[in-house]
């Protein structure tokens, strides 16, 4: 029906019941976000409770996955706040956008039309390494080439050897054969 906003399906739930469990209840997403829900809770627990625990993880997992999930909005708005906050100000991209498609970098810009592409993998990946990431495409309008002057710019960034690091580990572990921004 029209204007009826569609519920989202309800994921399939396996609880897992264990008498060293004594008090704390945890739940994750099995092989990704449409997977299974794991919910574990103590053996003690009555049906009741364990009906409510799952409704309850099931509401948390929904909400930390939410948050994790950021928009091309927030994207292009933490662009700004980057680029005021470490480049003056000096670059400004037309657009910011999450891409599908990207396998052999974690983010892209194309300086002549002032667009900047960001992988999907990189989404839950921590606020920090994607600020860098971003940051050194920001960096890109300024200085297309990676230069002396392109690493001053991105080099003020606090963290940025250790998200180099941090996005070396993952290509690594993963086997996926990207390159840190580099």
Known sequence: ?????????????????????????????????????????PARF??????????QMIARLDRSERRKHRTDEQLIRRARELSREYLHGRAQPVSVRWVDNMTTRWASCTPTDRTI???????????????YVLLH??????????????????????????????LEGVSASASLGIAPCD
Request: no cysteine.
């Open 1 to 41: 029906m029209a204007g009826q906003r569609e519920e989202p399906p309800t994921p399939e739930v396996e609880v897992r019941r264990s008498r060293r469990r004594t008090r704390t209840v945890s739940a994750y997403r099995q092989d990704g976000p449409d997977g299974k829900v794991i919910v574990m809770i």
């Open 46 to 55: 009555t049906r009741a409770e364990e009906a409510r625990w799952v409704e």
């Open 117 to 131: 592409r960001m992988s999907e993998r990189l989404q839950p990946m921590p606020a920090w390494v994607v600020d």
């Open 137 to 166: 495409e920001l960096a890109h309008l300024l200085e297309p080439s990676h230069n002396a002057r392109f690493w001053h710019w991105v080099d003020r960034f606090p963290r940025a050897e250790r998200a180099k690091g941090y």
